[in-house]
């Protein structure tokens, strides 16, 4: 038969243990809190020097000239970067919609790259061809109706609407949020690239600032997306309604600092 003393010594064993558990937790819990602080602290540091020191160009771009310098000064001097990343960042419910976000803002400058490229190629007449020699003998030709005349300014032309100009932008089988926040931005930064681009008249010039424009928004998609995933909280997980029931948990506990809690709660007794 168990005595009294004995049964009292057992239950205050029991007790000083489970306050030792406890301890040792919330000292295991301060730590993780302190542990997850200074992580906080460094990735805002670490964010802020990226945005002190955004790279505006691949270090690929080994070959320097006028047009990876109009190239650097669009990247560092408009808000294209900013409007991007913004909208990129906006997207956190799916994957996907930040997929369509990238491809429909790398498309659509694309696109006017190669539209204004045209400008250029279209500008006058080859050399040799039979528009040139039209040209030399100052020929007048009759070519039917007006609109069929380069020289007729058509003011009556029809401008398509938002949502003509919104299926036009669209890229088959996107996700439909991502393509209508890159559509909305990119109207906010076209104008500055072509800017930028309308500058460079010589091809060589056109042809490095269209090709590492591309490559540098790819890059900075990526960039974007390593920043969302650091920023992103942890999500809040709840317990099935039979948690209660399943069995306990195993404690994770340092034996040896809790032995070091009893015996010092033991000697200030």
Known sequence: MVKRHELAEEIKLRRNIRRAIGVVMERKETKRKTTLREEHQLRSVIRTLISEADPAVSTAAVHRNTGINALED????????TVLRQGYKSLTSKKEQRES????????????LEVENSRFIGGGAAPGSAAAALQEQDVSIDIGAPENNPAFIDVEK????????????????QDRTGRNRAYTDYKNVEKNIITAYDDLDDPQDRGMFGDYLLTNLKLYFDRFEEELQADLPE??????PDAATAPPEQVDVDVEEMLEWLVLNELSA
């Open 74 to 81: 669009l990247f560092k001097n408009t808000n294209l970067l």
């Open 101 to 112: 976000y990238k491809n429909h803002i790398l498309s659509a400058a694309e696109m006017s």
């Open 158 to 173: 029809k401008e398509p609407t938002d949502e003509e100009e919104l299926e036009g932008f669209s890229l088959k089988g």
């Open 235 to 240: 999500p809040d997980i709840d317990l099935p």
